[in-house]
């Protein structure tokens, strides 16, 4: 698993990217109360803000982490954004992604990379 | 950069886990590990413990002093009977609002406590209209405690009996714990509950022996701001301010008839005349609860139109979040009186996109008071 400095998890699935946040993001942003993704199909572009979260604080921007298409979504979050904060790491994934440039890849931290930069 | 100022209660925050951010020149708790979510539920079902030691509060006293505070709001003050509390507005001479506030006939003197963020100008305007003749007195030496929620007065009952008896808007002194507090039975939750002013030096101890009793969690400012929301109470700053007059913010209800034209005692405030006027004709916009469609808030700033397509922004939010009690997007905002009408479709653009919200009777949460 890789992680960006936008705090989000990058997982490999045959020759697809899962999405999510950490648990750490999902801890700093409070109880999620609202999720937006992105169209299946959607071709996006690295750093394209994709994904709106709503906390109960504030609205935040995910950013594709890398170019391609989006080829699926985990619409159960829409019923049950609440979920973020439950399980961020495994069942509220947001979105996967058909990477047309996997090079971003190599520099995106490793778990120890990460824990050393979230302190 | 002026340094933050800290409440007596700062440390004990700080042990709780709280999340301090600054808010109004103060260090303060905008949540506690549990999550505004918790806290907010926690509060509407059993009770929560919030610092509001940063508001001010002030003391006036002078002889006639109800009659001299009415020449400064639009209230009822002369008839306010002793140990009673109510809400009020101090206005400019264009009838804006300059702040909101609660005032209390405590016998020989009135006890105001007004925003944090307005604190120095209330009392700068209060002295510049009432001195000489009606000492205008800041207590810095307070901090003040609100406890809110159904389980509140069994919990303050524990300390002292006495405050069971205390009805909604009831103010009293009650000694908690050898402390001599001043004790209102109101809040800003739309829940029972009491506001305790309690000496800075013996604030902490009483918070602790609140927190003990099972009932009761320590509550941030943000479920303070869901809680009122929910409640239909404003924020000044947000949904009235300097440019708002009472009318058209839905509080011509605090202006008490006797002030109002016709009145006993008519007029003889700041902004008397458009005041008046403005509630005799009817205001042009009007602020209005929202319940937006679907799941996603919208927050303080959305534009709001009568269509779904085209045409000029109708009004805005100024207030938005999510209502963890209405369990979806709450808002309060302006639209122009003919379009005001509960049930009515408006439509708030949020990134671009304008999405449905439904004009709502306010609060969204029906208020507990023990009246």
């Known amino acids: 698993m890789k992680y960006t400095e936008e705090h ?52 935040s921007d995910i950013l594709a982490p890398l170019d391609g298409e989006i080829v699926e979504v985990n619409e159960a979050l829409a019923d049950n954004p609440g979920k973020v904060n439950e399980d961020a790491m495994g069942d509220a994934w947001f979105f996967k992604i058909r990477p047309s440039d996997l090079s971003p890849m190599d520099d995106y931290m490793d778990e120890a990379a990460y824990k050393d930069f979230i302190g | 950069m002026t340094e933050l100022s800290k409440t007596p209660l700062y440390e004990l925050h700080v042990e709780l886990g709280g999340k301090m951010v600054p808010f109004a020149g103060y260090e303060m708790p905008v949540q506690f590990p549990a999550g505004i979510m918790t806290e907010h539920n926690h509060t509407r079902a059993k009770a929560g413990l919030f610092d509001v030691s940063h508001m001010g509060q002030v003391i006036l006293r002078g002889p006639d002093v109800a009659s001299a505070f009415e020449t400064l709001v639009p209230m009822d003050v002369a008839g306010l009977g002793e140990g009673r509390q109510r809400y009020g507005l101090f206005l400019n001479d264009q009838g804006g609002i300059l702040d909101d506030l609660m005032f209390a006939n405590r016998g020989d003197h009135l006890f105001v406590v007004v ?84 000496p800075s030096d013996q604030a902490e101890a009483l918070a602790r022996t609140l927190l003990a009793h099972d009932d009761v969690m320590p509550i941030g400012l943000g479920a303070r701001d869901s809680l009122r929301l929910e409640a239909g109470l404003c924020l000044y700053g947000h949904d009235i301010d300097a440019a708002t007059l009472p009318a058209e913010a839905g509080l011509t209800w605090a202006i008490q008839k006797l002030r109002r034209t016709g009145g006993a005692r008519e007029g003889g405030f700041p902004g008397a005349e458009p005041v008046l006027a403005q509630i005799a004709q009817g205001p042009a916009r009007l602020r209005v609860g929202l319940r937006p469609e679907g799941r ?19 009004g805005r939010i100024t207030s938005g979040g999510f209502g963890p009690t209405v369990g979806g997007p709450v808002a309060m905002g302006y639209v122009p009186a003919d379009l005001a009408a509960p049930g009515t479709t408006v439509y708030g653009e949020l990134r671009g996109k304008r999405l449905p919200a439904t004009l709502t009777k306010l609060p969204f949460v029906a208020a507990n008071f023990k009246r």
Not at chain 1, 13 to 20: A, K, R
Not at chain 1, 25 to 51: S, Y
Not at chain 2, 296 to 314: D, H, N, Q
Request: charged share 25%.
């Open chain 2, 296 to 314: 996603a808030p919208m927050r303080e700033g959305v534009e709001l139109f009568a269509e779904a397509e085209g045409g000029a922004p109708i």
């Open chain 1, 8 to 59: 989000e998890w990058l997982l490999p699935e045959g020759d697809l990217i899962v999405v999510g946040i950490t648990e750490y993001a999902a801890e700093q942003l409070g109880d999620v109360v609202f999720v937006e993704l992105p169209e299946v199909g959607t071709e996006v572009t690295k750093d394209e803000e994709i994904v709106v979260i709503e906390s109960v604080k504030a609205a």
């Open chain 2, 115 to 198: 925003n944090a963020a307005c604190k120095e100008a209330d009392t700068a305007h209060m002295k510049a209209a009432l001195e000489p003749a009606i000492s205008v007195t800041p207590v810095t030496n307070r901090a003040l405690l609100a406890l809110q929620g159904p389980g509140a007065e069994a919990v303050l009952a524990g300390l002292a009996p006495e405050a069971a008896q205390m009805r909604f808007m009831d103010v009293r002194t009650l000694e908690l714990q050898g402390a001599e507090c001043w004790v209102s039975r109101s809040g800003y939750t739309g829940e029972d509950g009491y506001e305790i002013s309690v």
